[in-house]
């Protein structure tokens, strides 16, 4: 192989390389920029699915305050007809 022909490839050895690490560069970027993108969407997921807890407890706990509250109804509701049987109004 002639000096002419090594200097030729060692040119396109060294342009491949520059290429090949602009390249990979871009993909890397590319990658980081999709990881955080993934990052960000799993931080709403547990975010929406930790709303989702709260809310259904909320709601448990409305359920529940409605039920005592509409027993405390009915015992106020006995307590104020047995203090008329008895004469205490």
């Not at 930790?50 to 106020?76: F, G, P």
Request: net charge negative; aromatic share 6%.
């Amino acid at each position: 192989m002639s000096k002419q022909q090594e200097e030729l490839l060692e040119q396109i050895d060294k342009q491949f390389g520059e290429q090949f690490a602009k390249l990979f560069k871009y993909f890397d970027d590319k990658i980081d920029a999709l990881d955080a993108k993934l990052d960000t969407k799993a931080d709403a997921g547990r975010t929406y699915a930790s709303l989702d807890a709260i809310v259904s407890r909320l709601d448990r706990d409305e359920t529940e305050r409605a039920a005592v509250t509409s027993q405390v109804d009915r015992h106020e509701s006995m307590l104020q007809k047995v203090a008329r049987k008895l004469g205490l109004n």
